[in-house]
């Protein structure tokens, strides 16, 4: 019993310890200068092999991206009627309400969708529950659509 007790404090501290490392300390990529985001791209990626739209700064176009920190400008998509649930918990929506968020949800362009979520968070409206997965479904669908759509578009 004792020996199990010690084998599992020694899990816990090396689980600790690593967990503190990897969370504090700078990463460092083979022959790179220290490198303290998940951001950082090669420079020799050509501008031209690069999303439209995209700086090629970042490992994901920050255009796809649903973090409401990644811009901070807000953009409406004739939507501006969802402003009036402005600090209303995602629990507390109504069935009517919800689908208010769907109509505008589903009648986005692909392209469009990332962009909306990040204006949502930045204009303080949390989704119900059930469009907020929506949302991420229909952000990854068209990640990956327009990705494959751009790659096709580099091969030929």
Known sequence: MTGALI???VTVLTGALL????RFMPRRNAGDADVTTDDAVPTDTPADDRPEGCCGQHLTC????????????????EDEEL???RGVAPEDYTDE???QFRDVLYTLRPEEVAAWGRSIQLRGISLPNAVKD??????AEARGTLHAAELKEAGQ
Do not use: G, N, T
């Not at 967990?19 to 990897?22: D, F, G, K, N, T």
């Not at 920050?62 to 998509?77: G, H, N, P, R, T």
């Open 19 to 22: 967990y503190v490392l990897q």
């Open 134 to 139: 929506e949302l991420i479904m229909l952000a």
């Open 7 to 9: 084998i599992l404090a």
């Open 83 to 85: 402003d009036e649930y």
């Open 62 to 77: 920050e255009k796809d991206s649903l973090l409401a920190a990644v811009s901070k400008e807000i953009e409406y998509f």
């Open 97 to 99: 309400q919800i689908e």
